[in-house]
């Protein structure tokens, strides 16, 4: 029960400071307050006298975009590569294996600076597509690693099945095996995708305005002269709206995801 | 329907290890045929090149007279029953059945009718409309039979179908499956671990270790005449006493001055003679044999199988259940002179006086000629009798 208030507690706090004014805010009152939504407003509509959709909605377009694809790449290419790894007898696929988790072993800060000059040199700087590319190289070698376990564990017999009734090895591939692995490509979908969502190191550095994402734009709003704690709670609390949603949505497969290996078949 | 050949096949996989060694095989149109060995020797990769599932690294597959070597599995026309069933969970056992056929672009009242004929030939017919999660494991493995014979393939092979069943469902199965052969007369390669149901199942068994054929041969002609110190020590149950002897005039010695017929090949040293449990008896302690102690019995109802340690070598006897001897018991063993041992060169580990080459690995297939009359006992016996 304290863990759980501990833990609820930061949420709790986020979402109240969302609905306070300024003054509210610096008072730190917990329920002595009156509820605005000027803050939820803000986000979205720009304080600017000229009005419009305000940056944040950029941001906001820039990150559902990012991860929308980064996980999907990850995912269209890591789940055919986890399955050759699983089902071919490849040469060396231990070290190829290695090779590609050990791409995880650097933190991001220390190969940002080199790809910052890359991506300079390359036209990717400030680019959907560079972070697009990025995400989805960083997300690969999660997407290969879980989704071989799953592979492992649907038998090779019901492509072999397939096989011996005339259907080509990809084809017995989609047929045989791809539907047993839906539960496990969502629930590495969602991981990729929460992953990609919360980027923060790569996209301050690697961005400018154009293609910023949510995390860097909402650490951008601290600092200045006085920073509008509302505003901030706001805008977080509308971007971990989406995550939320779909974790919820396939919450039965990631369950059934993440328990694949304890159920006896 | 058709015969299958094979012809110096071996197998290497990418990280090295050989898994089929030359091998060359004939199986006879409409013959049982059961690969049995050990797990890893080579059996369920041999099966899965016939197949097509695995290319061999060299060697040749026919089946009937057609060259397979570069055909996809399903250009073979073959039918395999895997280990795990492999049946597709979200389909019904009705529309599993039918799969092969629908992935053939068969026309659907064709398809109702084979369905229904083979779903009826393994007495499955009013569980079509289930699905396999609700099949016990038994039935699962009917539908995955019916599914194999749905398609009249030229050729069954079968992946140890019946491990995962218990024991009991085991043995009818195995029946049902023998019966099943025998009535469509379809080729048959049954791969197994199990030398009962090799034993009990198999037209001709064929007994393969670290990738090599050792023998192949009717199942009392492999039981009677083991060709090599590895099939002797893996058929039958117990498999045979294996135990090294020397060469004394008429006689050879074993463990414990125990004295057996020699044979007339059996000379020179480093002899090791193969001995059935059935050859020997035992005798109370003053008899005339080898003095031991029984370590251990197993009552099998009609017989019992005693354990006696004679001079540090574990002799397994088969005695009838009137034999009331109990463990600790002070007694001999002796060997009965109508059986002559078999005994091999302690080196090679062959049969001595057997030809180099496993006597009957090649067989022309119109010589073999099995077909349903082989299922008979009585004609494996008098094959077997023969050799």
């Keep these: 029960m304290l863990a759980v208030v501990l833990m609820l507690f930061p949420a709790f706090w986020m979402l109240i400071t969302s609905l306070k004014d ?3 805010v610096y008072a730190a009152t917990v329920f002595d307050f009156t509820p605005t939504l000027d803050n939820y407003r803000d986000v979205f509509v720009s304080t600017s006298a000229a009005g419009g959709a305000s940056d944040l909605v950029t941001n906001f377009s820039n990150s559902v975009i990012i991860t929308a694809m980064a996980t999907l790449l990850a995912t269209l290419i890591g789940v055919p590569a986890a399955w050759g790894f699983s089902r071919f007898d490849i040469k060396g696929a231990k070290d190829q294996l290695f090779f590609i988790l050990s791409t995880r072993f650097m933190p991001p800060v220390v190969v940002v600076i080199p790809l910052f000059v890359m991506y300079r040199w390359a036209g990717l700087y400030d680019t959907r597509t560079g972070l697009i590319l990025l995400y989805t190289a960083f997300n690969l070698p999660f997407t290969i690693w879980m989704m071989k376990g799953f592979v492992d564990e649907i038998p090779g017999e019901y492509e072999d099945a397939l096989m011996m009734d005339g259907y080509s090895r990809l084809q017995a591939f989609r047929q045989g095996s791809l539907p047993l692995l839906v539960p496990g490509i969502l629930a590495t979908a969602v991981f990729s995708m929460i992953f990609t969502w919360n980027e923060f190191t790569f996209a301050v550095f690697l961005t400018g305005s154009t293609a910023r994402t949510v995390p860097p734009a909402i650490a951008g709003l601290l600092g200045g002269q006085s920073t509008p704690w509302g505003l901030v709670a706001a805008a977080a609390m509308v971007f971990a709206v989406p995550v939320l949603a779909f974790g919820f949505l396939v919450r039965k497969h990631l369950v059934a995801g993440m328990t694949f290996g304890a159920v006896r078949r | 329907m058709s015969g299958i050949h094979i012809e110096g096949l071996r197998k290497q996989f990418p990280d090295g290890t050989v898994a089929v060694e030359h091998l060359d095989l004939e199986i006879a149109d409409g013959e049982l045929f059961v690969l049995l ?46 280990q795990f069933y492999a049946l597709y969970p979200h389909l019904t056992a009705r529309d599993n059945i039918a799969f092969p056929l629908r992935a053939q672009k068969v026309a659907t009242s064709e398809v109702e009718r084979r369905v229904a004929a083979s779903a009826e030939m393994l007495k499955i017919t009013d569980l079509l409309d289930r699905k396999p999660s609700r099949l016990s494991g038994g039935e699962q493995q009917r539908i995955a039979l019916a599914r194999a014979l749905v398609r009249a393939p030229q050729a069954f092979l079968m992946d140890e179908p019946l491990t995962n069943l218990d024991a009991e469902l085991r043995i009818d199965m195995r029946t049902e499956i023998k019966h099943l052969q025998a009535e469509l007369g379809t080729t048959m390669v049954y791969v197994t671990h199990d030398q009962v149901e090799a034993m009990s199942l198999g037209d001709r068994i064929g007994i393969m270790n670290g990738g090599r054929l050792e023998q192949v041969g009717a199942p009392l002609d492999v039981y009677r005449n083991p060709a090599t110190l590895f099939t002797a020590g893996f058929i039958g149950t117990p498999p045979m006493n294996l135990f090294d002897v020397a060469v004394d005039g008429p006689a050879l010695v074993g463990p414990g001055g125990l004295r057996l017929p020699r044979p007339a090949d059996a000379t020179g040293t480093g002899l090791v003679a193969g001995v059935r449990a059935e050859w020997l008896g035992i005798a109370g302690p003053d008899g005339d044999g080898a003095s031991g102690q029984v370590v251990a019995t197993e009552s099998l109802g009609d017989e019992t199988i005693y ?9 397994s006897v088969r005695e009838p259940p009137t034999a009331q ?17 078999r005994v091999y060169d302690g080196d090679t580990g062959r049969l001595l006086g057997a030809d180099p080459a496993p006597a009957q690995a090649m067989r022309a297939p119109g010589d073999a000629a099995p077909g349903p009359t082989t299922t008979d006992p009585a004609r494996s016996g008098a094959d077997a009798g023969t050799a």
């Design chain 1, 22 to 24: 300024i003054q509210d």
């Design chain 2, 307 to 315: 354990v006696v340690d004679v001079a540090d070598q574990r002799l």
């Design chain 2, 37 to 82: 060995g050990p797990s890893g020797c080579g059996k369920t990769t041999t099966l899965r090149c016939i197949a097509g599932l695995e290319h061999q690294t060299s060697g040749d597959v026919r089946i009937g007279d057609q060259l397979v070597n570069g055909r996809r599995a399903g250009e073979r026309d073959i039918a395999m029953v895997f």
């Design chain 2, 325 to 341: 001897w109990r463990d600790g018991d002070a007694v001999t063993v002796h060997h009965f002179a109508r059986f002559e041992p």
